[in-house]
């Protein structure tokens, strides 16, 4: 599929901006132009008391701590559930809680979020008080479950809720109804971390600290965690989420973050002192999920939990080797997604749906994605549920195209047709019956095609234009990188230009190193695309790139390296 390189329009920079003039270019196409929305310190986070029902989960809360319950956290099956879970376990012990355990669903066996059958395994532990973390705002039939057994329930989640709220004793989400909290893209981790924050308030001001002897406990020692778990979780980073994350990093640049953090950064060959949100993202966040797409996400959970460094690296190890088979069984899956697409027959389908029944459930969204990369359309990846005669989808989008809304909007014209969905605007999740698989091909297609043109589907990478050659220095990397964080929605500053080629060489077969120069430039700078030998014709002297600065390090020495996003002859 055809890639266009879009530059961002040059808008008015914004000069009260205390930044270099290539820093208030990005900064103001990514809508940043005030000073405050640069501040980065904890003092910019919004108060809790924002949130729709704190009041009554902080009694919820309270009440637990005073009459000494049992507090059972129930977590989700990526990395956001993961730090989300292992935050409120370590935050509640810390703030002097009387007992804290947690249960994490088998995707294979419990299904997802608070379901009836992971109530029954929570209940074997007599908990007083259920607390969701990154799930449940679905969950009707597990709440109804838990209170029937006599337990409290206090749900925190993100996701959208559909039109009809749980019966939970509280429930936090900043996207449910009424609700004013103005960041409304915190991932779960952020906002168990908000409820955490309001619970502190209360048990200070009753007096709860002096009475028990204990100190009160800084809530920011926890977040590395909730960094981790906001990048992982790919939500938009608005003001409220980069201080989150900038917050987070800091504290794991400095070693205070846990041996887990601290272990799987090791194994990923990735120097805690220099992380960066990208490092997060794709070298510490799939290890994580790996876990719970494969076998057990307590693995990753307990990962996270423990204190002892020689057990974490242990646990890191095993999530290391899972992750291994992940991509394997991702490649494999994808190589078989790729090959079957001229098989649907003529042009391809705006909205594609795709399955095969050896797929394994746990690697669906992954193939989605890697599909929709190559497409650039909606993509929605089935495999077997557990659940006899059922599907299992996981569905990846594009810009303009709301994937969980367009779902919701299926159901309504057909009800029936799914047993389930729920989301984002560029991921959901999914299930129905085997035998309406034909059928929701065609409502899914017909949906696309309804808010989505021909020309939308030709892939596009925006650029912040070109850099001068007085640009291409370490110190302009080093500025870019401490000017995050980068992620969703704050995109990492990406730049394109027309280089002359001066050498190139092919690595392992797969990979292209080129060495580029522009007019003006004293000598050659070197760049990297990965997975893109196939893409460069040798002979070839000039080139555009879409690049990222980047800093090559090397046994103690560093040097400036492009990574190359996309390449065609100029």
């Known amino acids: 599929m055809p890639t266009t390189i879009i530059r961002r329009p040059l808008l008015s920079l914004p000069a009260a901006l205390p930044v270099s003039p290539l820093l208030q270019r990005i900064y103001a196409a990514r809508g940043v132009c005030a000073p405050a929305e640069l501040d980065r310190a904890l003092r910019g986070l919004t108060s809790p008391a924002a949130l729709r029902n704190i009041a009554q989960a902080v009694d919820l809360l309270y009440a637990a701590f005073r009459e000494r319950q049992r507090i059972m956290i129930v977590a989700d ?3 956001d559930g993961a730090t989300s879970c292992a935050l409120a376990v370590r935050a509640l012990r810390a703030l002097g809680a ?14 997802y979020g608070l379901t009836p059958e992971i ?45 009809t709220l749980p019966a939970a004793d509280a429930l936090v989400n900043p996207n449910q109804p009424g609700d004013d909290f103005p960041s409304k893209h915190l991932a779960g981790v952020g906002v168990i971390f908000h409820v955490l924050m309001a619970l502190r308030t209360r048990l200070r001001e009753t007096g709860w600290f002096a009475a028990q002897g204990i100190a009160e406990p800084n809530l920011a020692q926890f977040l590395d965690l909730a960094a981790l778990g906001t990048v992982a979780d790919v939500v938009p980073l608005d003001h409220t989420n980069r201080i989150l994350v900038e917050q987070g990093l800091q504290r794991i640049r400095a070693g205070r973050c846990v041996p887990g953090i601290r272990a799987l950064l090791e194994i990923a060959r990735r120097p805690a002192a220099r992380v960066t949100s990208i490092d997060l993202a794709f070298q510490v966040g799939p290890r994580i999920n790996a876990a719970g797409r494969l076998t057990d996400m307590s693995l990753s959970i307990d990962c996270l939990l423990t204190d002892d460094l020689g057990e974490a690296r242990r646990l890191a190890q095993q999530l290391d080797d899972l992750n291994h088979e992940r991509k394997a069984i991702e490649a494999d899956m994808q190589g078989q997604a790729l090959a079957r697409l001229p098989l649907i027959g003529g042009d391809l389908p705006f909205g594609l749906c795709l399955f095969d029944p050896d797929w394994h459930p746990g690697v669906i969204g992954i193939v989605a994605g890697r599909v929709k990369e190559q497409t650039h359309r909606p993509v929605i990846a089935f495999a077997p549920d557990n659940a006899a005669g059922q599907l299992r989808g996981s569905a990846r989008s594009v810009a303009g195209f709301h994937i969980r809304d367009a779902l919701a909007t299926i159901a309504a014209r057909q009800p029936g047709l799914m047993t389930r969905f729920g989301g984002h605007a560029f991921a959901a999740g999914l299930s129905l019956p085997a035998a309406h698989l034909a059928a929701f091909q065609s409502a899914f297609d017909a949906e696309v095609r309804g808010l989505l043109r021909l020309e939308d589907l030709n892939g596009c990478l925006w650029s912040d234009g070109e850099l001068d050659p007085s640009d291409f220095v370490l110190e302009t990397a080093d500025l870019l990188r401490e000017a995050g964080p980068w992620g969703q929605g704050f995109p990492e500053p990406l730049f394109d230009g027309v280089f002359e080629v001066t050498a190139h060489q092919i690595m392992k077969d797969r990979h292209l190193k080129l060495w580029l120069r522009l007019p003006g430039m004293t000598k050659p700078v070197e760049a990297v695309a990965f997975g893109r030998a196939g893409d460069f014709a040798p002979g070839t002297t000039r080139l555009r790139v879409a690049y990222k600065l ?21």
């Open 98 to 111: 009387a007992e804290v355990g947690y249960v994490v669903p088998n995707r294979f066996v419990h299904g």
């Open 77 to 79: 099956l990526d990395a």
């Open 119 to 163: 109530v029954a395994v929570a209940a074997q532990q007599r908990p007083d008080l259920l607390i969701t973390v990154d799930n449940g705002v679905s969950s009707h039939d597990g709440v109804l479950a838990a209170r029937a057994l006599g337990m409290k329930v206090l749900i925190t989640d993100h996701h959208l809720p559909g039109p």
């Open 550 to 570: 980047d800093v090559n390090e090397w046994r103690s020495e560093r040097r400036l390296q492009l990574r190359v996003e996309h390449l065609e002859p100029a």
